[in-house]
């Protein structure tokens, strides 16, 4: 399916010099002199290999034809993943490498979209925003900076982020699956 390169976004999956890219970070670059373009970082599915590129916002790219399927996330292993399909009941298991950091946001019965390209899973998603809780944090230092500064967290399943001044210990926050970036403090 054509698409222009401008509708590209994280976590999709184009076809692109033979090869099949997850996409990871794109930016929307408009110059002062030239025409607007897309600049897109991409990581090989097959290779593992990364890959800058720039596309004109007017060019138009292969988006890969992918069956979506939703799965309830049951149990996590040594090694895997474990979903069950919300329709047939059907059991899968997927290796944690393809999650990346985020198997650790896994939580049972928590409802994802899992990708699969001719019957091979390629990513998961999950739903954008999970609520979590701050293990450890620094102590604000008054009068550190007026600006809003940020300082780093761990939160309960041991994934480091950086959190606002106000948010301490214990406080449940909204965390953005998408980029691991806080988003709000829940009450």
Same mark, same amino acid.
Do not use: Q, R
């Given at each position: #399916?054509? =698409?222009?390169? *401008?509708?590209i976004k994280p976590g999709m999956i =184009?076809?692109? @010099?033979?090869?099949?890219? *997850?996409?990871? @970070?794109?930016q929307h670059v408009k110059p002062g002199k030239g025409g607007a373009f897309n600049q897109v970082e991409l990581k090989s599915i097959t290779k593992g290999t990364k890959l800058n590129e720039r596309f004109r916002s007017?060019?138009?790219v292969d988006k890969a034809e992918l069956d979506e399927k939703k799965f309830n996330f049951l149990y996590l292993d040594e090694n895997d993943c474990h979903f069950m399909d919300n329709k047939t009941f059907e059991q899968i298991s997927l290796p944690k490498s393809l999650t990346g950091e985020k198997y650790k946001l896994l939580s049972e019965n928590l409802e994802v979209v899992i990708?699969? #390209?001719?019957?091979?899973p390629m990513s998961i998603d999950l739903p954008n925003n999970i609520e979590c809780t701050i293990q450890t944090t620094d102590a604000v230092v008054k009068g550190q900076t007026a600006a809003s500064s940020y300082k780093p967290a761990t939160l309960d399943n041991g994934i480091n982020i950086t959190v606002p001044p106000f948010i301490e210990?214990?406080?449940k926050i909204i965390l953005d699956t998408r980029t691991l970036e806080y988003v709000k403090k829940v009450n």
């Open positions: #399916m054509k =698409i222009l390169a *401008n509708e =184009i076809e692109h @010099k033979n090869d099949y890219w *997850n996409v990871l @970070k794109t007017s060019e138009n990708t699969f #390209m001719e019957e091979k210990s214990g406080e």
